[in-house]
């Protein structure tokens, strides 16, 4: 876990100046308590930017969890997968972090766990149900529908276990409970998929057992949900290519971006090569999933995504990339193939595998302009600015859903905002709310501006964290740079933000993805990455002064 991730789990929004040193002084005591009990001492240990404590089936529950459902996915039939399944349930005993007082992990972390047990239920359940165990399986369903109303699928298979067998009335009158509570407490009508069951049942039709769809994979999580610190020259675990390319949850927006990519992507003359670029959290890695998904039927051989950047942001080696990659086919148009090259730290480690890649099109992902890439190997480069604000509006709208805004549409422009109409602050944004049904958006809009790089994070996924991808950015320029990027977004500079500083540092800083333009025209910061960059001084300036004021005179 990462350090910053820690303080705000022990601290929440408020850690004391000293609060790095009282950290030591935590993972001090915990070692010294697990010594105690004849545990090794060194079972935390201190990594780059955080610290990691190894486990195993044998000693944490979540790990066994997580085996036994990924284990499921292998079993030999239903019947087997539903013993490992409940098995894995079986682990879980109440409230999870039920007596740990961080607001934090219980606003966040909590909710993120319990989401997790709930797949395997609902999975369990479907199993279940396409066994034909109706009655069995009641108990269990009348407990997740009452204790999660706003979880429709758990309604779903109530209402299905109920008509099949045969107390059509309860299946109808469960139903007409769930809309008129949807319709009551979120001005919304039930989901597709309780509509058509309804629809059956009054048909009197036969719902035949359909067979389940597996649950997601898990995850390389830690225990308390938010990624794990990979080592340096190791890909992290899992990491393999993607081939199936889903769309984008409520992607919105880029329309000239995306036909443009598409066309030369699928041309059949010319190099099929694109580099989208931009600053950290501007949208990249989503726009080029969401083309790939829109032109895979133009790919029979396959859509690959190969993320380039481990969880805590450091880069794979060419040599782990290239192991990764799918082998060349062999050219024909049946083979065509797409591969994403997702957040590329740089030309270094894109160019040597652009020959392994064949004839496949191929699009990059990268803070960095990669002008090296595109000019030994043609293409063309895509350089994303914020999203307008209709287009900001429009993604909060499918987000969060289109009544929920509509009923606050100022506030719901304030929101955008407030994310400088940034799609990673918006999704953050997003998500509290969607975690907090009964918070309008205009409360979540003024208490997001009070401090928005701070509070722009979910704490269960560093990757959906302001602070986290913007200061993994800042962390990966050199000393001089980064300081140059802190001057130029501090106070005094909200116009051209170029006096004082060498062409060569700000082109340096435009191709780090942290400014934009340039020459001929003025250069200029984006206003949300001007208010982090006064955010990072002002806080790191409190945290070094405080040791200094307390030192003996």
Not at 470 to 491: I, N, S, T, V, Y
Request: charged fraction near 25%.
């Amino acid at each position: 876990m990462s350090t910053t991730y820690l303080l705000r789990a022990v601290w929440d929004e408020e850690p004391p100046a000293t609060a790095r040193a009282a950290l030591q002084t935590c993972v001090l005591r915990l070692r010294r308590l697990f010594a105690k009990y004849g545990i090794s001492a060194t079972t935390i240990e201190a990594v780059p930017g955080g610290y990691r404590m190894r486990n195993d089936t044998e000693t944490l529950d979540l790990v066994l969890f997580r085996t036994l459902t990924a284990g499921a996915g292998s079993a030999t039939g239903p019947g087997e997968e539903l013993y490992r399944l409940r098995e894995a349930l079986s682990l879980w005993h109440g409230q999870p972090l039920a007596n740990v007082a961080s607001r934090m992990l219980q606003q966040d972390a909590v909710p993120a766990l319990e989401q997790e047990r709930l797949r395997v239920l609902e999975r369990v359940c479907d199993l279940e149900l396409a066994a034909g165990n109706c009655h069995q399986v009641l108990v269990d369903l009348y407990e997740g529908a009452r204790r999660h109303p706003v979880r429709e699928r758990f309604t779903e298979q109530l209402i299905e276990a109920l008509y099949r067998t045969g107390r059509q009335a309860e299946a109808l009158a469960e139903y007409r409970t769930v809309r008129d509570r949807l319709r009551d407490e979120l001005g919304i009508d039930p989901g597709p998929g309780l509509r058509r069951l309804e629809l059956a049942i009054l048909r009197s039709e036969d719902l035949a057992p359909a067979p389940p769809a597996p649950i997601p994979a898990p995850r390389a999580l830690t225990g308390a949900g938010v990624p794990a610190l990979a080592p340096r020259g190791a890909p992290a675990p899992g990491h393999r290519p993607v081939r199936a390319v889903p769309p984008v949850p409520a992607f919105a927006g880029r329309e000239s971006d995306r036909r443009a990519i598409a066309e030369r992507l699928t041309s059949v003359d010319g190099p099929r090569l694109v580099v989208i670029s931009g600053a950290p959290g501007i949208g990249k890695s989503a726009l080029a999933r969401q083309t790939a998904h829109e032109t895979q039927h133009s790919f029979p051989g396959g859509v690959f995504v190969l993320a380039l950047a481990r969880p805590d942001g450091t880069p794979l080696t060419v040599e782990e990339a290239a192991r990764l990659l799918p082998e060349a086919g062999a050219g024909t148009g049946a083979d065509r193939r797409l591969i994403v090259l997702d957040d590329a730290a740089g030309a270094w480690q894109v160019t040597p595998l652009l020959p392994a890649a064949g004839d496949a099109s191929v699009v990059v992902t990268s803070r960095r302009g990669l002008a090296a890439v595109v000019a030994t190997h043609g293409g063309a480069v895509h350089r994303l600015d914020v999203l307008r604000p209709a287009e900001a509006y429009g993604l909060l709208a499918g987000l969060i859903g289109a009544r929920r805004i509509a009923a606050e549409p100022a506030a719901a422009r304030e929101l955008a905002s407030v994310c400088g109409h940034f799609p990673l602050a918006l999704r953050i944004a997003a998500g509290r709310l969607l975690t907090r049904p009964a918070l309008s958006v205009a409360d979540c809009a003024a208490w997001l501006a009070a401090d928005p790089p701070a509070r722009l994070a979910l704490a269960e996924d560093a990757r959906l964290s302001v602070p986290e991808v913007f200061g993994q950015a800042l962390d990966a320029l050199a000393p001089h740079l980064r300081e140059a990027f802190l001057r130029l977004g501090g106070p005094g500079t909200d116009g051209d933000p170029s006096a004082g500083e060498s062409e060569t540092v700000l082109e340096q800083l435009v191709d780090s993805g942290l400014l934009e333009d340039g020459p001929p025209g003025p250069y200029r910061v984006h206003d949300f990455l001007r208010v982090y960059a006064r955010w990072h001084v002002r806080t790191h300036e409190t945290t070094a002064a405080a040791p200094a004021a307390a030192a003996p005179r």
